[in-house]
Nanobody, 129 residues
Framework: QAQLVESGGGSVQAGGSLRLSCVVS????????MGWFRQAPGKEREGVAS????????FYGDSVKGRATISQDRAKKMVYLEMNSLKPEDTGTYYC??????????????????????WGQGTQVTVSS
């Protein structure tokens, strides 16, 4: 079972930037999909971006495309989400998640939450106007 710990959340002004980090403690990191999700108050959880631990290939949700970059440090088993041009609607709890890609042979790694089996506790991001 993977363990994930997010960090880097906080409060930021609209138009600003933020970098979130996630430690992914799992033996199968290089054959896992990693995803970033977010959930705004009163809304369903939304997929933000995904990354495959092996090749580093990425995929982005429409709501953040062009404003977000997901990346990794494979040696440290860390995944990052950098977001710029932040908007108040980016406010929410951001979660990191993972699953073995062999469980669901899709390419790229999905941004649908049902695929992911291990989740972090989340980190809060608040964007003020």
């Amino acid at each position: 079972q993977a363990q994930l710990v997010e960090s880097g959340g906080g409060s930021v002004q609209a138009g600003g930037s933020l970098r979130l980090s996630c430690v992914v403690s799992v033996d199968t990191y290089e054959t896992n999909c990693m995803g970033w999700f977010r959930q705004a108050p009163g809304k369903e959880r939304e997929g933000v971006a995904s990354l495959y631990g092996g090749s580093g290939s990425t995929f982005y949700g429409d709501s953040v495309k062009g404003r977000a970059t997901i990346s990794q440090d494979r040696a440290k088993k860390m995944v990052y989400l950098e977001m710029n041009s932040l908007k108040p609607e980016d406010t929410g709890t951001y979660y990191c998640a993972t699953f073995p890609r062999a469980y669901l042979r899709t390419s790229p790694c999905p941004t649908t939450e049902y695929a992911y089996i291990s989740w972090g506790q989340g980190t809060q991001v608040t964007v003020s106007s």
